[in-house]
T-cell receptor, first 119, second 114 residues
C-alpha cells in the first residue's frame, strides 16, 4: 500500500514550452500532496503544498504563476511548469500524505520523480 | 537554503559492518523526524520515523536515535548490505500535525565496500 505514481519519469522540452507532471496516489486518498525540487547532488527543497479543492500554498521564492498546481481530486495533483527555461531543469518529486489516525503523524510517501530537461 | 551548492558527504563502510549516519537539525520546534533512502534517479523511500517524545526507535536492521538536547538525529544500519548503498536524508516536520511539507537535511551518500 501507499504507492505514489508520478508521470512522466523523464521529459525533454524546448525552452518556452509548458510541461505538466502528474502525481497520483494509487491506493489511498490524499487531501494533501507536496511538490519538491532537487538539483543534482543536493537535497530536496519543498516548492509547494497542494490541497485538494483549494489553492496551493507556495514556499517563499517559488513563483506560483510559473509553477501551476492543480489538485482536482483526492488522488491526483498536477504541476505545470509554464514557459520552461533551462534553469528550470531539475528533478521534480511529489509526495502524498497518508493519514493514520487523528493522533498519529502523517507519513509522506514519494513518487519516483520526474527529470525535466529544458533545451 | 543551507543545502544549495553543497555536495553530499560520503560514508564508506565494509559490507557486513554497521553504519551510522548523522543529521543535525536546527529548529527546536520540530516534533517529527523521518529518515529516507534515495537511490539514484528515484524518489525517497521511507525508512523509519520518530516523534520528539521518544529518543530511540527500532525497525528491521535500522535504529533511529534522537537527541533533542543537541538537536541531533542518527540512523544506524546493522550488517550493511550492497543494497543499502544510496543517499540517506533526514527530514523534519515543522509546524506540528504533519500537515506541512518536510524540511530535508543535506543527505549522506552511503557506499558499501565489498
Amino acid at each position: 500500500g501507499a504507492v505514489v505514481s508520478q508521470h512522466p519519469s523523464w521529459v525533454i522540452c524546448k525552452s518556452g514550452t509548458s510541461v505538466k507532471i502528474e502525481c497520483r496516489s494509487l491506493d489511498f486518498q490524499a487531501t494533501t500532496m507536496f511538490w519538491y525540487r532537487q538539483f543534482p547532488k543536493q537535497s530536496l527543497m519543498l516548492m509547494a503544498t497542494s490541497n485538494e479543492g483549494s489553492k496551493a500554498t507556495y514556499e517563499q521564492g517559488v513563483e506560483k504563476d510559473k509553477f501551476l498546481i492543480n489538485h482536482a481530486s483526492l488522488t491526483l495533483s498536477t504541476l505545470t511548469v509554464t514557459s520552461a527555461h533551462p534553469e528550470d531543469s531539475s528533478f521534480y518529486i511529489c509526495s502524498a500524505r497518508v493519514e493514520r489516525g487523528v493522533l498519529a503523524k502523517n507519513i509522506q510517501y514519494f513518487g519516483a520523480g520526474t527529470r525535466l530537461s529544458v533545451l | 537554503g543551507e543545502n544549495v551548492g553543497l555536495h553530499l558527504p560520503t560514508l564508506s563502510v565494509q559490507e557486513g559492518d554497521n553504519s551510522i549516519i548523522n543529521c543535525a537539525y536546527s529548529n527546536s520546534a520540530s516534533d517529527y523526524f523521518i529518515w529516507y533512502k534515495q537511490e539514484s534517479g528515484k524518489g525517497p523511500q521511507f525508512i523509519i520515523d520518530i516523534r520528539s517524545n521518544m529518543d530511540k526507535r527500532q525497525g528491521q536492521r535500522v535504529t533511529v536515535l534522537l537527541n533533542k538536547t543537541v538537536k541531533h538525529l542518527s540512523l544506524q544500519i546493522a550488517a550493511t548490505q550492497p543494497g543499502d548503498s544510496a543517499v540517506y536524508f533526514c527530514a523534519e516536520n515543522i509546524g506540528g500535525g504533519g500537515a506541512d511539507g518536510l524540511t530535508f537535511g543535506k543527505g549522506t551518500h552511503l557506499i558499501i565496500q565489498p
